[in-house]
């Protein structure tokens, strides 16, 4: 059936600047890391991109690596883009990455020009683009000079292939050096994306401080615990789940009870602020004044329509932040 947007998709979702950067975000994106593969249906991936527009996501984010096999998540994205996307490209902000290993040999991985610039040409090919809004270095290459990681971006941008860059995964203090490079460069980083939930506070420590004075956006990656922080595991693994899928980045011997049992003092704050656990999870994690967007990742249709939820009940009490704090440090 062809697919006609809902009509009134800007009119609830909130759109966040990047820092100080003129682009706005949806305040929740989605991210085509795990059910976007060659493996999973591309009906129920047609499903989960259309209502996500429907609701007022105009993020998607990709990687050259996302599938499985590697790859597959931005060819079944260029095929929806093509199905049913055609009229709205300029509604949409795509970002993808370059930065894990993608193909064999020295070219295929890490942070050299080489790389980079081949793998964004891969990209584009499979997402049948001329251009991505957002292009990613995934992660910090301690062995490629930044200088010439940092050019890659820059070139990318000056060859019109992107239009902004963004680094992920990056340290504070190597964040630092390389916002001076890109600027110097006369292309501004963006965008941060590092992880960040209640379960992964690390960017506490330095890195929001650092984007708040850079004025680089935020965009914090698997905010749900990869599906720990909502109602998933409360009461085992369900059979349909990441876990049972036999995932490498979520086993089931990382739901442990003490983990489970915070998560069910946690549901019982989010019920009395008549919220589900993972848009409670998710409104904790915009509480950040740096915070552009959270990137969640979802199986179906019906996640979707619960975290953009979260948007209706964004504010805390201290009183409940003090809670949420002292079940999370509860060993
Ligand atoms: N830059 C990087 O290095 C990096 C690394 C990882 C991820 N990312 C990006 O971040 C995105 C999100 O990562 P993620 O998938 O780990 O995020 P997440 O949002 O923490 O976890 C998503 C999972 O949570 C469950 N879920 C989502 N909404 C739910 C709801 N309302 N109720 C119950 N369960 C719900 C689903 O699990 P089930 O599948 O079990 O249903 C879903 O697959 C990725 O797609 C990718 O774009 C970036």
């Known amino acids: 059936m062809t697919y006609i947007p809902c009509n009134g998709r800007y009119d609830t979702m909130k759109y966040n600047y990047c820092g100080k950067n ?21 009906e129920n991936s047609q499903a989960m991109i259309r209502r996500a527009f429907d609701l007022g996501i105009t993020h998607f984010d990709l990687a050259n690596n996302y599938g499985p096999p ?4 931005e060819e079944t994205f260029g095929r929806i883009l093509r199905d049913d996307f055609k009229a709205y490209r300029d509604e ?39 251009y991505v809004d957002i292009f990613y270095h995934h992660r910090p290459d301690e062995n490629t000079p930044l200088e010439e990681t940092m050019g890659a971006l820059d070139l990318a941008v000056r060859q019109g292939k992107a239009l902004y860059v963004g680094l992920s995964n990056y340290k504070p203090e190597q964040g630092k ?49 990869k599906g720990v922080l909502t109602n998933r595991y409360l009461h085992g693994i ?28 946690l549901n019982e704050i989010a019920k009395q602020r008549e919220q589900s656990m993972a848009q409670m999870a998710l409104a904790w994690v915009l509480r950040n004044k740096q915070m552009t967007s ?15 939820g979260a948007l209706q009940r964004l504010d805390f009490s201290t009183e409940e932040l003090e809670k949420i704090d002292s079940i999370l440090k509860d060993q």
């Not at 369900?238 to 049992?261: G, H, M, N, Y």
């Not at 990137?295 to 979707?304: E, F, H, K, T």
Request: neutral net charge; contains cysteine.
């Open 294 to 308: 959270v990137l969640i990742g979802a199986s179906r249709v019906s996640q979707i329509d619960d975290c953009v």
């Open 92 to 130: 949409l902000v795509i970002s993808t990455k370059a930065g894990y290993t993608m193909w064999p040999g020295p070219y295929g991985d890490f942070g050299s020009k080489k790389y980079l610039l081949a793998s964004l040409d891969q990209s584009l090919k499979r997402m049948g683009l001329d």
């Open 22 to 42: 003129g682009l706005k975000l949806s305040a929740i994106s989605l991210g085509l890391w795990h059910n976007f593969g060659d493996v999973n249906s591309y």
């Open 238 to 265: 369900p059979e349909d789940s990441r876990v049972a899928s036999q995932s490498a980045f979520l086993k089931s011997e990382d739901i442990t009870e003490a983990l489970i049992s915070k998560v069910a003092r």
């Open 70 to 73: 590697p790859g597959a998540a």
């Open 177 to 225: 050096k390389a916002f001076a490079i890109l600027k110097n460069l006369g292309t501004p980083c963006l965008i941060h994306q590092p992880r960040y939930s209640m379960v992964d506070r690390w960017i506490e420590n330095g890195l929001l401080t650092l984007l708040e004075d850079e004025g680089v956006g935020c965009i914090a990656f698997s905010p749900l615990g």
